[in-house]
């Protein structure tokens, strides 16, 4: 199969590079990752260690390919739908964190689209080279009722002919929205309180992280998707006891001094709690602090803006 990685930074090399096993897999992201990878290939370490030769660019226009995954930040997945919609693809996924990448995509791109959950952990350590930090799963589904059932079977196939862990699954917006609370318990009160995962299995932190997912659950059930508030906040706490030592990716933005992925967590939790006329005090404050250090911290937002 031909992939196409739009976004090869940590997740995406790393998939990437893995896929490349069993595929012919072009990484589309940006110098100097890009020209390391053309010039010496792409080196995975951590988990296994591994080197591969997928083709690299810095520019997606016209391309083609059987498959385009999606593993930009959040942010950036207008620029990426836009790219994506210069060319010709099978089927588009979306394997990012937050919600609303596949609504972005689905309005840009004329081909079926498939949502995605990854638990797999990767990080870019210097150009060409990925570390992998966790095994794994990739939880694939159609995204729209028109996005055929058996392309996501097919799709989740294709992974595990690369020795990847993928399944696909016929309740993929409920797994997003489990995943979401999860994002929404963890990223933001670590990145506040500048603490690994495992702080919030305990007060004072425990308490704050289970409201901010047994609130989103609330407003999953109001927008059609049945996840109990028990589930989300066990799967939250569960979360963080298995990441005890990670920093999360919003603690590690905000260290970085970098751009988080706030808006398509509990942003978008609070927007859609108004939409539904719900309140979400809890993600609402937790979105204001997180966009108060980045306005503060003079964090670009030049992405879909
Ligand atoms: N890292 C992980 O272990 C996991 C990540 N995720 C999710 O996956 C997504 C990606 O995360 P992660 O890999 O960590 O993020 P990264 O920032 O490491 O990777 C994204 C890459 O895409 C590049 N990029 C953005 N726009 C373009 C463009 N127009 N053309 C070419 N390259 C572009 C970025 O470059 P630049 O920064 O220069 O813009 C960056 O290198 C997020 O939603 C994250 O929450 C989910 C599970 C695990
Ligand atoms: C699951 C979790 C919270 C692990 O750190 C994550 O997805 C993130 O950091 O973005």
Redesign the pocket.
């Known amino acids: 199969m031909e992939v196409l990685v739009?976004?090869?930074?940590?997740?995406?090399?790393?998939l990437g590079g893995l896929l490349a096993r069993a595929h012919d897999v072009t990484l589309?992201?940006?110098d100097p990752?890009?020209a390391a990878v053309r010039a010496d290939g792409l080196r995975i370490t951590g988990v296994e260690t591994l080197d591969t030769r997928p083709a690299a660019t810095?520019?997606?226009t016209g391309a083609s390919a059987d498959l385009a995954l999606?593993?930009?930040?959040?942010y950036?997945t207008g620029?990426?739908a836009r790219?994506l919609a210069t060319g010709d693809y099978g089927v588009v996924c979306?394997?990012?964190?937050?919600m609303g990448?596949e609504d972005v995509l689905a309005d840009a791109v004329d081909a079926p689209v498939l949502a995605g959950?990854?638990?797999?952990?990767?990080?870019?350590v210097d150009p060409g080279h990925v570390e992998w930090?966790?095994r794994?799963t990739i939880t694939l589904g159609a995204w729209r009722p028109a996005d055929d059932a058996a392309t996501a079977e097919r799709i989740a196939a294709a992974f595990r002919a690369a020795d990847l862990d993928a399944e696909a699954v016929g309740d993929v917006r409920r797994r997003l929205w489990e995943k979401l609370a999860v994002?929404a318990a963890i990223n933001p009160v670590t990145a506040l309180a500048r603490v690994e995962n495992g702080a919030l299995t305990e007060e004072p932190l425990a308490g704050l992280a289970r409201s901010a997912a047994v609130e989103t659950a609330g407003v999953a059930r109001a927008d059609g998707v049945a996840l109990a508030d028990e589930t989300a906040a066990e799967a939250a706490a569960t979360v963080a006891g298995e990441t005890a030592r990670n920093r999360s990716?919003m603690f590690q933005d905000v260290s970085r001094g970098?751009r988080t992925?706030i808006d398509?967590i509990n942003g978008y939790v609070a927007d859609r709690a108004a939409v539904t006329d719900r309140a979400a005090p809890v993600n609402r404050a937790l979105a204001a602090l997180i966009r108060g250090w980045e306005r503060g911290a003079g964090v670009g937002r030049s992405?879909d803006e």
């Open positions: 739009f976004g090869a930074g940590s997740l995406g090399s790393l589309v992201g940006r990752h890009v810095t520019d997606a999606v593993t930009v930040k959040a950036d620029t990426a790219a979306s394997l990012q964190n937050g990448n959950t990854v638990t797999y952990g990767a990080g870019l930090r966790g794994g994002n990716s970098r992925e398509a992405g």
